[in-house]
């Protein structure tokens, strides 16, 4: 039974940074692509950032240059760097995990599996 265990969030204020870890089981980290989503009520959950099994990654625009995702296979954990942080960076933020190599793209659906997700909330 695969799990994903999403730890990290939290309050912060806008430009400071937290750092999302998502714990996995019954999933080996590394051989297929992840990815970080995020979701604020009434909008569509959106890809935040992806990374394929041999490292290739990439981001929405809105985090790009401020958002670093990775991985540790020994740790079965994928990561999420978040820097300075925004108010429109808001949200409830869910690990994903596919059954392929290479990433789906930025559609929730080519995802099989979710965590719970962690609330984050960035202050003005």
């Known amino acids: 039974q695969v799990q994903l265990v999403e730890s990290g969030g939290g309050s912060v204020q806008a430009g400071e940074s937290l750092r999302l870890s998502c714990a996995a089981s019954g999933y080996t980290v590394g051989t297929y692509c992840m990815a970080w989503f995020r979701q604020v009520p009434g909008k569509e959950r959106e890809m935040v950032a992806r990374?394929?099994?041999?490292?290739?990654?990439a981001y929405a625009d809105s985090v790009q240059g401020r958002f670093t995702i990775s991985q540790d296979n020994a740790k079965q954990t994928l990561y999420l760097e978040m820097n300075s942080l925004k108010p429109e960076d808001t949200a409830t933020y869910y690990c994903?995990?596919?059954?392929?190599?290479?990433?789906?793209?930025?559609?929730?659906?080519?995802?099989?599996?979710w965590g719970q997700g962690t609330q984050v909330t960035v202050s003005s």
């Open positions: 994903a995990a596919a059954t392929v190599p290479f990433c789906p793209g930025r559609s929730r659906s080519g995802y099989t599996y």
């Open positions: 990374i394929s099994s041999v490292g290739g990654r």
